[in-house]
């Protein structure tokens, strides 16, 4: 059976308050074998190590994301930073999710402030970031050289492949999620194409970014295994090969064990 990594789900949200224990044992037995839920504000951080404490596989990332900064934000940071520095949960694998988002009304200025102290420990902890952006890359880019970045995943990449490669100049690997299926997004099954399976990982975003024939439904970590399917084929591959190789990225990148 093939090994998938979902790199991105939320399974702290309320969507899966039910039977949530059994879902990840039946995701499991198709053959999801990791994920990584990140958090989306400071406040979440209790109830992710729990989940990750409860559920073998399950690992966690720590941050802030643009739509949840407010005026408490950057003060949460330096909660965040003394909670690294002291008791950091052994699942915790990734800083964020955090970084720009030019559509969800909260105010940019102070999001690349947020963003900006969360890449700093990074840094500081030598800890691999989960990016989030809409509209920012090019700010984006530019605070990763200032805080000299070279670890991470941009998430729900629906960027160009010139963009794409900037990011993996830097380091950065590519999070391919339901986008890559949906009936509009020629431009994302282009960049696919040109990039091949060497810098991109899977995610699912779960309960969000569903793929084309779950649209409008909650998504789930199953729906890794069908964005497999749907890379492989595109990119005219084993389905095998594909989900061996994007399991071995995801895992590099969060300094796991393959297994
Ligand atoms: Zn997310």
């Given amino acids: 059976m093939n090994c998938y990594f979902d790199t991105h789900c939320h399974l702290d949200f309320k969507e899966f308050d039910e039977g949530r224990g059994a879902l990840i044992t039946k995701w499991k037995a198709l053959g999801v074998k990791k994920f990584v839920v990140p958090a989306t504000s400071y406040s979440a951080l209790a109830g992710l190590e729990e989940l990750a404490d409860k559920y073998e596989g399950v ?11 407010n005026e408490e934000s950057l003060r949460d940071v330096d909660r965040l930073g003394a909670y690294l520095q002291c008791s950091p949960s052994v699942d915790l694998v990734a800083l964020g999710e955090m970084g720009l988002d030019k559509f969800c009304g909260v105010d940019y200025e102070l999001q ?10 990074a840094k500081v902890f030598n800890l691999p ?17 200032f805080h000299d970045v070279r670890s991470g995943v941009v998430h729900g990449f629906t960027g160009s492949y010139e963009i794409a490669c900037e990011f993996m100049k830097r380091g950065f690997l590519i999070g ?17 194409s040109r990039l091949g399976i060497d810098s991109i990982v899977f995610e699912t975003d779960s309960p969000d970014m569903s793929p084309e024939w779950l649209k409008g439904q909650c998504n789930t970590p199953e729906s890794v295994i069908h964005v497999g399917k749907y890379v492989a084929e595109l990119l005219g591959i084993e389905e095998s090969t594909v989900a061996m190789k994007v399991y071995r990225n995801s895992c590099d990148l969060f300094g796991l064990e393959t297994d």
């Fill in 129 to 145: 970031v989960i990016l989030h952006c809409r509209k920012g890359y090019s700010d984006l880019l530019r605070l990763l050289d």
């Fill in 176 to 192: 391919l999620g339901g986008a890559v299926t949906w009936g509009n997004a020629s431009k994302v099954r282009n960049m696919v």
């Fill in 59 to 69: 690992y966690i990332g720590a941050g802030i994301h643009p739509f949840f900064v």
């Fill in 112 to 121: 690349k402030e947020v963003l900006s102290k969360q890449l700093r420990y």
